[in-house]
């Protein structure tokens, strides 16, 4: 009894156990992360130089941190073949490929949705004015 009881405040305190999809959004929807799957996604596997061309204000750094963090999550997977000079590239997992469907539909609430968005912004900063 006494744990169900120290289970039920830790469930009124504990963000994970509130929100119990905080830690997938911490993982997918951090900074440069959907820009990097979305490009391996649609672009298939990729250099690195050529993930850098196409999300345009990443820089090197956190390109490389970002991709570190997305292999260690299991969402993409890197390929090293050991020419002379070294080849590296990226693609999208199995596991990476699975969140298409949230993103198609990430997508469509974008494309209906959007438009309201910015329409209440500009509603509500006149309203402060």
């Known amino acids: 009894m006494a744990?169900?009881?120290m289970q039920a405040a830790t469930?009124?305190?504990d963000p994970e156990v509130a929100c119990p999809i905080g830690?997938?959004?911490?993982?997918?929807?951090?900074r440069w992360t959907?820009?990097?799957l979305w490009s391996l996604h649609?672009?298939?596997?990729?250099?690195?130089v050529?993930?850098?061309?196409?999300?345009?204000r990443i820089t090197p750094k956190v390109l490389t941190q970002r991709l570190?963090?997305?292999?260690?999550?299991?969402?993409v997977v890197r390929t090293y073949h050991p020419e002379v000079p070294p080849r590296v590239e990226y693609e999208i997992s199995e596991l990476g490929r699975s969140l298409a469907p949230l993103f198609a539909h990430l997508a469509e609430w974008s494309a209906d949705n959007?438009?309201?968005v910015e329409r209440s912004r500009h509603e509500y900063d006149a309203d402060s004015a």
Request: hydrophobic share 35%.
């Open 3 to 5: 744990v169900k009881g």
């Open 11 to 13: 469930a009124g305190t």
């Open 23 to 30: 830690p997938v959004v911490d993982i997918v929807f951090s």
């Open 34 to 36: 959907t820009p990097i």
């Open 42 to 48: 649609t672009h298939g596997r990729q250099r690195f």
């Open 50 to 56: 050529e993930l850098e061309r196409r999300i345009a």
């Open 68 to 75: 570190r963090q997305l292999e260690r999550d299991g969402l």
């Open 114 to 116: 959007l438009e309201k």
